[in-house]
C-alpha cells in the first residue's frame, strides 16, 4: 500500500504524521486490497485545519473522506471515524456476501416430446366477468384474454376449485 501524507499551507509536525499514519494502520485491520492513500492536511487563514484521506480500494474505487475543525487532533480523529465506518460498511458487504451454488442444469434427450405453439385466441377485449364465464364452460387449466383496457391477463383454476386472476 502507497501512503502519502501532503500538507498544504501548513508544516507538518512528526506529531501530526504519526497521527495520520494511525489512521492508516487502522484501517488496515479490514484486509481490504487497499492500494493507496493519501492524507491532505490544509489549514486555511481562518485557523480551521482540514484534513482530506484518499484511499483507493481494489474493486470499489476511491473513497474520500473530508473533515474540518479547529484542533488538527480531532479533525482527524473524526475523519478516522468516519474512513472506519465506509470500509467496515464495504468490508461487512463482501463477507456477508454468499456465492451462490449452481443448479445442476437437466438435459431432457427425449425425441418424443416436442413443443407446439399455440396461438392466443383472444379474438376481442373482454371483461373479467365474460372471461370467468368463459373459462367455467371449459376443463382446461388457465386462459389467457385480453381486458377491456387492453392488458393481458390469466385466470386460472386453484386447487381448492376457485379461481385465481393475474
Do not use: W
Not at 487563514?45 to 473522506?65: D, H, L, P, R, S
Amino acid at each position: 500500500m502507497n501512503t502519502s501524507i501532503v500538507g498544504r499551507h501548513i508544516e507538518l509536525t512528526e506529531g501530526m504524521k504519526s497521527a495520520i499514519n494511525a489512521v492508516v494502520e487502522d484501517i488496515k485491520k479490514y484486509h481490504l486490497d487497499i492500494i493507496a492513500v493519501k492524507a491532505i492536511v490544509e489549514e486555511n487563514k481562518k485557523g480551521e485545519f482540514k484534513v482530506e484521506f484518499n484511499v483507493q480500494v481494489a474493486n470499489k474505487g476511491t473513497v474520500v473522506i473530508t473533515q474540518k475543525d479547529k484542533d488538527f487532533y480531532k479533525a482527524c480523529d473524526l475523519a478516522k471515524d468516519r474512513l472506519e465506518k465506509v470500509l467496515r460498511r464495504y468490508h461487512d458487504k463482501i463477507k456477508s456476501h454468499r456465492v451462490k451454488q449452481e443448479i445442476p442444469a437437466v438435459v431432457v434427450d427425449n425425441a418424443d416430446e416436442e413443443i407446439v405453439a399455440v396461438d392466443l385466441a383472444a379474438e376481442k377485449p373482454m371483461s373479467v366477468e365474460e372471461a370467468i364465464e368463459e373459462f367455467k364452460q371449459t376443463q382446461e387449466a388457465f386462459m389467457v384474454f385480453k381486458d377491456t383496457q387492453g392488458d393481458t391477463r390469466v385466470i386460472y383454476r386453484r386447487k381448492d376449485g376457485k379461481f385465481g386472476l393475474y
